[in-house]
């Protein structure tokens, strides 16, 4: 059982994050925001699947003018998604200079390595939390490895040289990164802004460092944590690294909001990042967000690739199903569908899941029993099986 590191409530939107409440899965665009259109189009496509916060770049006061007609937009499309707006240098000018930016937004990110240089740096970082308290609106201190604050930095490592027994530079870096996230929450608390405003995170690339720096961050506040592994990577790789460090510190209770920072491969769509997140928190018995399918990899007794192509076809009509499901059957989420490959495994896989078919392997008659709450309900036998198990899927959810 995982117990939640406890932390403060922050409403962004119309999502509440914080340990009370269950984890929030959350993505970014890569559309270029000046683009309303795209971006609204692209922001409905990950709310639609399953992106309960999403995330756009803030780069330009045209970009920080568009805001309000991609909520526009949003709202005719029905959806209803808090929309963070991602501040880098000139957050200060496009909040002051495009009020209905300040006022559509739901939640600014600031990043205090990148709010500006020497004297300007304070002034700069009044200036967005004096907007984000005139509007009311959270703030995420979001602190990166790939733009720590360097003079921050040039002083840790200062004080580090004159230590005794000197820290490693990778130790130095990552008590930096928390310092700069800390320090930037007490100075926003001491401009006014109340503590349950603020959401921290101190993204890095390596799994290692990730686990080690939220493990202190969490020691040390009790602001929500905002957890991901910044450029994961591309595919395997990406996916593979995001879950090791994520599972490790969700299994501590560490971590209130996930975003999975994949590299899409060339076409594919930008939903995969909320599709991994989600499995994550649901494979970890944290959250549930669509029926799961179990199917059995395959092996010699397979007859054919075909009970692959089902289990296939069955998790993506699951999914697909699920923005219109979950608001008529509640509970569906939670429901297990088995697809096996022979007698061996499957039979008993089906009778475990509330509604499971197995087919039949190399030298086994050609029928597939189906099994629904444990009992043997039908066999199926030609060339419509799949359609047919579809079809007893979608009458099991809607009895
Ligand atoms: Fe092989 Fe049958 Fe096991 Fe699937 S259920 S892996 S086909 S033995």
């Known amino acids: 059982m995982v117990i939640r ?3 403060h ?3 962004v939107g119309s999502i509440n994050v914080g340990s009370s409440y269950p984890v929030v899965v959350q993505s970014m665009t890569n559309t270029d925001t000046e683009d309303a259109i795209a971006t609204a189009i692209q922001i409905a496509d990950l709310a639609r699947a399953g992106s309960e ?4 770049t803030v780069n330009t006061i045209e970009a920080g003018r568009k805001i309000k007609e991609i909520k526009q937009r949003l709202g005719d499309m029905g959806i ?4 963070v707006g991602d501040f880098h240098f000139n957050g200060h000018k496009i909040l002051a200079e495009v009020p209905d930016c300040a006022k559509y937004l739901d939640k600014y990110r600031i990043n205090p390595g990148n709010v500006g240089k020497g004297s300007k740096r304070d002034e700069q970082f009044a200036s967005m939390i004096n907007m ?3 509007y009311d609106k959270p703030v995420r201190i979001g602190v990166n490895w790939g733009s720590l604050d360097q003079d921050l930095l040039a002083q840790m490592l200062d ?4 230590l005794q027994s000197p820290l490693s530079l990778e130790v130095v870096m990552q008590n930096a ?3 700069s996230a800390l320090q930037s929450a007490e100075k926003a608390i001491e401009l006014g802004l109340p503590e349950n405003k603020i959401l921290l995170s101190c993204k890095v690339s390596q799994v290692q460092d990730l686990i080690s ?3 202190q961050l969490a020691s040390k506040c009790k602001f929500p944590l905002h957890l991901g592994l910044t450029e994961a990577g591309i595919g395997t790789k990406g996916i593979v690294a995001s879950t090791a460090a994520l599972s490790i510190l969700l299994q501590e209770g560490i971590g209130d909001t996930i975003r999975i920072s994949l590299t899409p491969k060339p076409g594919e769509s930008r939903t995969q990042e909320v599709i991994v997140a989600q499995e994550i928190l649901q494979s970890m018995g944290l959250r549930s967000f669509v029926p799961v399918v179990t199917s059995c990899p395959g092996c010699g007794r397979t007859s054919s690739d075909y009970f692959q192509k089902l289990a296939d076809k069955i998790q993506n009509y699951l999914r697909e199903q699920m923005p219109i499901w979950r608001e008529t059957y509640p509970g569906v989420e939670t429901m297990k569908v088995a697809v096996m490959g022979c007698v061996v495994n499957g039979p008993g896989e089906s009778k475990l899941a509330n509604i499971g078919i197995s087919l039949p392997g190399k030298d086994e008659s050609p029928v597939a029993p189906v099994y629904i709450d444990g009992q043997k309900d039908v066999t199926l036998k030609g060339e419509r099986i799949a359609e047919e198990f579809q079809v007893l899927v979608e009458n099991y959810v809607k009895t």
């Open 159 to 162: 004080n580090n040289a004159r």
């Open 53 to 56: 916060v999403v995330r756009v």
């Open 9 to 11: 409530n922050v409403q």
């Open 132 to 134: 984000a308290r005139e």
């Open 213 to 215: 720096v939220y493990r």
């Open 177 to 179: 990164l928390i310092e």
């Open 80 to 83: 209803n998604v808090p929309i």
């Open 5 to 7: 590191h406890k932390t």
